[in-house]
């Protein structure tokens, strides 16, 4: 999959593309839909995104927070999905005061459109005066193809960004998995703590969390992850660790492995979310909280068998 930045960029492409268009924030089961509908015969399949997230340039504090934070992750959700080239547009000053009219021209002179597909409640140009029937109407003028897609639903819920957060925060991690398709995933890499845990007998792989991270409600989850190329399940605390005392409390992820004494320090961990054990805790001393670890790996354990 190429990975391009600029209209300028898009000259190299050898056929024509069909696009499909959006933030696509989490990858979840309503954007494969769109990216899946980009599928003209003999062309490329094209995702064209924008980073950082338009709110952030338009309101900044008013955007919303990530469901994938990390570039590397998001990309290689889409590659997943056959993705021949993701174009990733810096959102600017530029693109913010460009016509919905004038972004289409953009594009279709940057490269041979095929077809742009989006959702049903796809906003874009300046002021997101573009919306589905001023693409139908471009579509037509252009010479492409528009595939305007429904929203997704699962039960009586609609399948989108803002519902996956929601889910999150209340700690229905089950849910917020079924809409997106893939368990939940904390992606960062492994940094020295205090070792209390290891003390303990229970030795984590510690990840801070970037503050523009969607994050789920704060407790106990059981989780797993690939590590040297085997996967291993385990248990995580999300959160500030109430019982340990700490000049700086930071929101992070402490995460146990079941079946592994690996030094996991500078390790770049995808944690995936499989199910809420239980809500963060407080505990009088680190004795009691020995002890409910221990019976939180005694309720992995028996799930998992």
Sequence with gaps: MQILHSFAELSKLPCPVHWAMGFFDGVHLGHRRVIESAD??????????????????????????????????KAALLRRLNVDVLLV?????????MSPQRFIDTLCASCRVAGISVGSNWHFGKGGAGNA???????????????VNDLLHHGDDTVCSSRIRALLAEGNIETANAMLGYPFTICGTVEHGQKLARQLGFPTANISLPPAAALPAPGVYEVDASINGEQHKGIANVGLRP???ENEKRTRLEAHFLNTSQNLYGTSLHVRL???????????????LKKQIERDIASLTSYLS
């Design 274 to 288: 499989r199910r809420f054990i239980r809500p963060e805790m407080k505990f009088e001393n680190v004795t009691i």
């Design 40 to 73: 003209t015969q003999g062309t490329l399949r094209g995702v064209l995104t924008f980073m950082p997230h338009p709110l952030a340039y338009l309101r900044p504090g008013s955007e919303p927070l990530l469901l994938t934070p990390d570039p590397d992750f």
């Design 243 to 245: 019982t340990i005392r």
């Design 89 to 97: 547009l810096p959102f600017n000053a530029t693109l913010a005061s």
């Design 133 to 147: 029937d001023f693409l139908r109407t471009a579509a037509a003028k252009g010479g492409f193809r528009a595939c």
